[in-house]
């Protein structure tokens, strides 16, 4: 597929997302497949795919990646590969998904590599509302995942750094949402709420650890989250400038030729913020060690190799110096950051995606001992 911008005259940021629904109420009751994953309805695809020109269609295939509420297809034209999304409920808020849209069609205008959005037919529009839902459709790129090594960890690295150059000054026009992992009053309520969920599961399955136990796991998780909060501010990284951030910058959301990056994808988290909690939540995304099913044989230590390069390759980027003051929060941003990932999903589920949630709980309080004790260092890096 080109990596041409398609289409040549995308909807200006005025017309995006304020026109009215084509139609009411709702599409026909969710299918799902085994794993709960929903999917578009026959009648529903072929009403929406009716707004898009996308040549000769050849072949529809499921593609089973993201969230299961949001269900994608690659569609097979004479036009080339296409992505077709249909949003999940709660973001599928119009002005959310059109700031998302001015922010990347903005990207796309300076050559960042990203899917581009395909305009519908009759108003060149980059959201489709049709009867209550909202469906986007982009070019599909063709990438291989991360591959963990020093070459793509560097590529990664810099494209964070062109994507905070890029948006340094960048006005949208549609406000853009506040708030990250940093400081957050709902990590601390959600540590506070796991005991309960936990409780629920355990009627069916008992519980690998006692009540005391898991108390104490959460009283220090909440306890380094706060105190890491503190330091951060201490620094003083509230009075420091914000920007537009990605904020979801993990190795999920990058397609790779070899090392080279060729699309960041998912931009539904950027917001308003400073960007070190971008350089923070990637170089922990990037050099965080996982292995297998159970979290409890997860190594305590960061690959610190993979950490440095990550660094090192934003901070060379002309005009994206990381300054001394941001350098000293990234290890307690990291912690926070750790912290967020596990509590909120597992006090809503009990679990972390499909594994149990008290073993990620433990393997992340190992992880936060270890950052803690070797902070100092962590943020001396650059200097080596």
Same mark, same amino acid.
């Given at each position: ?44 695809? $072929? ?215 060729? $699309? ?48 090192? $390759? ?10 001394? $003051? ?59």
């Amino acid at each position: 597929m080109s990596q041409d911008p398609t289409p040549t005259s995308l909807p200006n940021t005025e017309e995006l997302g304020v026109h009215a629904p084509s139609g009411t109420g709702s599409v026909t009751g969710a299918r799902v497949d085994s794993h709960g994953r929903e999917l578009f309805d026959p009648h529903e695809l $072929a009403m929406v795919l009716s707004h898009y020109d996308v040549g000769i269609i050849e072949a529809i295939e499921d593609f089973p990646r993201g969230s299961r509420k949001a269900p994608k297809l690659i569609i097979r034209s004479s036009e080339g590969l296409f992505l077709l999304k249909r949003r999940a409920r709660g973001k599928d808020d119009p002005f959310k998904v059109a700031f998302c849209h001015g922010l990347q069609m903005f990207l796309s205008e300076r050559r960042f590599p990203l899917p581009h959005l395909i305009g519908t037919k009759a108003e060149n529009n980059s959201m489709l509302q049709f009867r209550g839902r909202i469906y986007e459709l982009f070019e599909f790129i063709k990438g291989t995942s991360y591959d963990n090594s020093l070459e793509a960890t560097a590529e990664s690295g810099h494209t964070l750094a062109l994507f905070h150059k890029l948006l340094l000054g960048y006005e949208p026009d549609y406000e853009p949402p506040r708030g990250c992992y940093h400081a957050a009053r709902s990590v601390v309520s959600s540590l506070k709420l796991i005991p309960q969920t936990l409780e629920r599961l355990n009627r069916v399955e008992p519980s690998p650890i006692s009540a005391g136990e898991l108390a104490q796991t959460l009283a220090f998780l909440e306890k380094s989250y706060t105190d890491a909060a503190r330091k951060v501010n201490e620094i003083g990284m509230t009075d420091w400038p914000m920007q537009i951030v990605h904020s979801d910058w993990h190795p999920g959301n990058m397609l790779f030729r070899k090392s080279k990056v060729v $699309a960041v994808i998912d931009y539904d988290a950027a917001r308003l913020q400073q960007r070190v909690t971008d350089i923070a939540n990637g170089a922990l995304q990037f050099s965080i060690l996982g292995g297998g099913d159970d979290p409890e044989t997860w190594p305590d230590y960061i690959d610190e190799g993979r950490y440095k390069r990550f660094l090192r $390759a934003y901070d060379h980027t002309p005009g994206a110096v990381i300054s001394r $003051a941001e350098l000293r929060t990234i290890p307690w941003l990291m912690i926070e950051a750790l912290v967020a990932e596990a509590a909120i999903p597992i006090a809503a589920t009990g679990n972390f995606g499909r594994m149990e949630g008290i073993g990620i709980l433990r393997m992340v309080e190992r992880k936060v001992r270890w950052l803690i004790e070797h902070a100092d260092r962590l943020a001396s890096h650059l200097d080596e």
